[in-house]
């Protein structure tokens, strides 16, 4: 297969001119795929730096080489609006976060440094582009039995055996092992060992191991006793035009959706989502005491400064400590 049929299936931009306005487009999304990146991660680049040429060639109408801080700074107001287009030319109807715009520039720094690696020109340095500074926001997680009635809530919900003990597994999947929502949905049934340990190739193309607790593996082990396909997918669609496919797995969206659909049934008024499934796996390993350096191991964190972000959102173990530990309790 192609490069262009491997990265380029799902972009909708037909212009020539958006790829001729950044220069070596096509190799660096092939750097990136040689050295492993997933489909997915390529996918972003290309989306992100399409855009950028597409506000080159229709907002700024300069060249490439051209580009300086001024419009740098420019492209980061233009993210900013709500009058900039998509790629299929239709009108924004809301704001980038900045966490979104961030991911943006340093997509475009990633690129300005491919060309410095291979001694190609370029107009600024990567670090001349600077990220906007993230606000400080405290991550709000469910309470822990809200958590279990949600992960336990398809066994109530859930009509069809195989969609609700499917489910079921799922969620439980999610809370045992803290993996993200991608992660979960690219496993195979021979990832997991005897013993509940699965290694995973997770974002970055990190490798690491997580763990399932019994609890978890015995719903999986029941979920799989009752399929009756050769599917290598762990989860599998039911439903839908290509649930009869032989690599068929489960959308992100419809994991979101149903996480959404039993929140609000059991009126659980905290926002929940999969990722909030590994938020609440951090936090509630943080207030047993777990030491933050093995649950960034566990996360697939790079740094000890992302894990802690996790960890701040437990309240309770705050109150705990101070409870225990001030000198004049």
Do not use: W
Request: hydrophobic share 35%.
């Amino acid at each position: 297969m192609s490069l262009k049929k491997l990265v380029f299936h799902r972009t909708d931009v037909s212009s020539a001119s958006f790829h001729e306005a950044i220069p070596h487009l096509d190799d660096f999304l092939l750097h990136l795929q040689t050295n492993n990146f997933s489909p997915e991660t390529i996918y972003n680049y290309e989306r992100d730096l399409l855009l950028f040429s597409f506000f080159l060639v229709h907002d700024v109408g300069v060249p490439f080489s051209s580009v300086n801080k001024l419009i740098i700074d420019r492209y980061k107001a233009y993210l900013c609006s709500k009058d900039r287009k998509t790629l299929e030319g239709l009108d924004c109807q809301k704001r980038l976060s900045i966490s979104s715009m961030n991911r943006m520039l340093s997509s475009l720094r990633r690129y300005l440094k491919y060309h410095i690696d291979f001694d190609y020109p370029v107009p600024l340095p990567p670090e001349a582009i600077k990220l906007s500074k993230m606000p400080r926001t405290q991550a709000r997680v469910a309470e822990f039995d809200e958590l279990v009635r949600l992960i336990e809530s398809p066994a109530e919900f859930e009509k069809n055996k195989e969609v609700r003990m499917r489910n079921r597994a799922m969620l439980e999947t999610l809370f045992a092992t803290g993996m993200r929502i991608a992660e979960l949905i690219s496993l195979n049934r021979d990832q997991i060992d005897r013993t509940g340990r699965i290694f995973i190739r997770g974002k970055g193309n990190k490798e690491r191991f997580v763990y399932l607790t019994d609890r978890a593996k015995k719903h999986i082990d029941e979920y799989i006793l009752i399929r009756n396909d050769e599917s290598p997918a762990l989860f599998i669609p039911y439903r839908g035009r290509n649930h009869a496919k032989e690599k068929a797995r489960i959308s992100p969206n419809y994991l979101q959706m149903k996480i959404k659909q039993y929140r609000e049934r059991l009126g659980i008024n905290v926002p929940t989502s999969a990722h909030s499934l590994r938020h609440g796996f951090a936090t509630y390993l943080a207030e047993q005491g777990a030491n933050p350096a093995a649950i960034q191991v566990l996360l697939g964190h790079q740094s000890l400064h992302t894990t802690t972000r996790y960890v701040h959102a437990s309240d309770k173990y705050a109150e705990h400590t101070h409870k225990k530990f001030h000198p004049l309790k």
